[in-house]
């Protein structure tokens, strides 16, 4: 059974930065790609950014363009998530997923397999 591990949340104030990290076990970390989600009270659960792990190819939703950066350590089966000009309404839990079904949309919640079990990030005014 696959298992997904974040790390790397916590509080900061706007303009700062925060890494994310996302360990995976338990399943074949091969040629797929890994994602980040989030989730605000009240909101819905949205893509934030996904990497293709095989080429590195990466995604991203437009509000975090130019301030967050996704990459992977294929050797450590660990995907990172660089977050730069931190603002208040990034506040969320972040969500690893890993294992999309071929044919769908990195921002599909329902293609991914696996998921962890979140880490919070607080941004500050």
């Known amino acids: 059974q696959g298992r997904l591990v974040e790390s790397g949340g916590g509080s900061v104030q706007a303009g700062g930065s925060l890494r994310l990290s996302c360990a995976a076990s338990?399943?074949?970390?091969?040629?797929?790609?890994m994602g980040w989600f989030r989730q605000a009270p009240g909101k819905e659960r949205e893509g934030v950014a996904a990497i293709y792990l095989g080429t590195g190819a990466t995604y991203y939703h437009d509000s975090v363009k130019g301030r967050f950066t996704i990459s992977r350590d294929n050797a450590k089966k660990t995907v990172y998530l660089q977050m730069n000009s931190l603002r208040p309404d990034d506040t969320a839990m972040y969500y690893c997923?890993?294992?999309?079904?071929?044919?769908?949309?990195?921002?599909?919640?329902?293609?991914?397999?696996?998921w962890g079990q979140g880490t919070q990030v607080t941004v500050s005014s």
């Open positions: 338990g399943y074949i970390y091969s040629t797929n790609y």
């Open positions: 997923a890993a294992e999309k079904a071929v044919g769908t949309a990195w921002y599909v919640l329902s293609a991914y397999k696996y």
